[in-house]
């Protein structure tokens, strides 16, 4: 895409810019090979599998050594993997683990319910999020605020939301959404989140939530806060970091051009994100850095992800978005230049508190 210069929060052309797309979905899923589109159900089991089998021999090694020296390390081995699982039952929700519907509900609470994610109240919300990627009005992740909404936001508004505290701020989003979309909750069968019909997959999700939750009272009523702490704490926020970390990263940067109204439609804001490598971590975060392709069509399995990627990558040209900043350093670049939006305009980036006063 042709690159932009932005003055006060308008759009000042520095080369000829169009946010036109001079492509269309149907040529872009032609350039992908057609066995990218079809799911392995063995292969998606044997990395689920293969992440569960690495999170038991994590667990068995730090409870044998049992020393601190040794706890930090599990934590951050261990919620990695937790990370892992997550996008294990991401594939799920999407129906790119496998055609079977019930097995993909079966995984997806498999791998979600451990970690105290609602499998179906965050599959339906993260469907919100794909189908509105990119729209100021309707996105449902990370989504920026405007202006005017950044001035009126209160101090605690503002520290949750633009502080490094927002990268553990997952578990209030479940509970509470977000501070400009209360009233949300991924666990109440009547938040304004779902449909109507949808009530009984979302109660489903909760109580296998509510019985993991007792579960880990149980342990802790028997065993002591600090065995909660080593064995299930530590490793719990490496995770949260990993998915706070890895979502802020993929629609947080300067620019990424945001749309409303008629200047919104869905290619426009799938396109709208950016792939990011992690280096040695790619491979087990099971490829969830090729983004874009991802975001285009959310029905490729991750092990897929790449080949689709190299295939669109021709068409796309100057579409495609693809850092290799070094993540922290990809992280504080934008948790730096990434506060909010003009209040008006169809296309617009986000700006730096520093240029508030400016006009």
């Known amino acids: 895409m042709n690159k932009v210069e932005q003055q006060n929060g308008d759009i000042k052309a520095g080369t000829p810019f169009s946010p036109e797309p001079p492509f269309t979905l149907q040529q872009l899923k032609a350039a992908i090979p057609a066995h990218c589109f079809v799911p392995s159900t063995w292969r998606s089991l044997s990395y689920f599998f293969l992440d569960i089998g690495i999170v038991a021999g994590l667990y068995a090694g730090a409870h044998y050594l049992d020393s601190w020296f040794v706890w930090p390390v599990f934590w951050l081995l261990a919620g990695t993997m937790f990370w892992a699982l997550f996008v294990v039952g991401h594939d799920c929700g999407h129906g790119s683990f496998s055609r079977l519907k019930w097995l993909n509900n079966l995984i997806g609470h498999l791998a979600h319910t451990p970690i105290l994610v609602p499998f179906h109240g965050w599959r339906i919300s993260h469907r919100t999020h794909h189908n509105n990627t990119g729209n100021i009005d309707t996105d449902e992740s990370w989504y920026p605020v405007t202006e005017s909404k950044y001035r009126q936001m209160a101090w605690w508004e503002k520290f949750l939301r633009f502080e490094p505290v927002l990268l553990f701020a997952y578990p209030l989003y479940l509970f509470r959404r977000s501070p400009e979309r209360p009233g949300a909750s ?174």
């Not at 065995?227 to 704490?233: D, G, R």
Request: glycine letters at 6%; hydrophobic letters at 40%.
């Open 186 to 359: 991924h666990f109440m069968p009547d938040s304004p989140l779902f449909r109507p019909t949808e009530k009984w997959d979302v109660i489903t999700s909760t109580i296998c939530c509510a019985l993991m939750v007792g579960f880990l009272g149980f342990l802790t009523y028997q065993n002591g806060w600090l065995f909660l702490l080593k064995y299930y704490l530590g490793p719990y926020l490496v995770f949260v970091v990993w998915l706070d970390l890895v979502t802020f990263l993929h629609h947080t940067e300067p620019d990424i051009p945001w749309y409303r109204g008629k200047d919104w439609y869905f290619l426009k804001g799938a396109l709208s994100t950016i792939d990011r490598d992690y280096g040695v971590i790619n491979n087990i975060h099971h490829n969830i850095g090729t983004h874009v392709a991802h975001h285009i069509f959310i029905g490729i399995p991750h092990y897929h992800l790449k080949t689709a990627t190299e295939a669109l990558k021709p068409v796309l040209g100057d579409f495609y978005r693809c850092s290799n900043q070094p993540i922290l350093k990809a992280f504080w670049n934008s948790y730096r230049s990434c506060h909010f939006v003009s209040d008006q305009g169809g296309l617009v980036y986000y700006r730096s508190e520093s240029t508030i006063d400016v006009k």
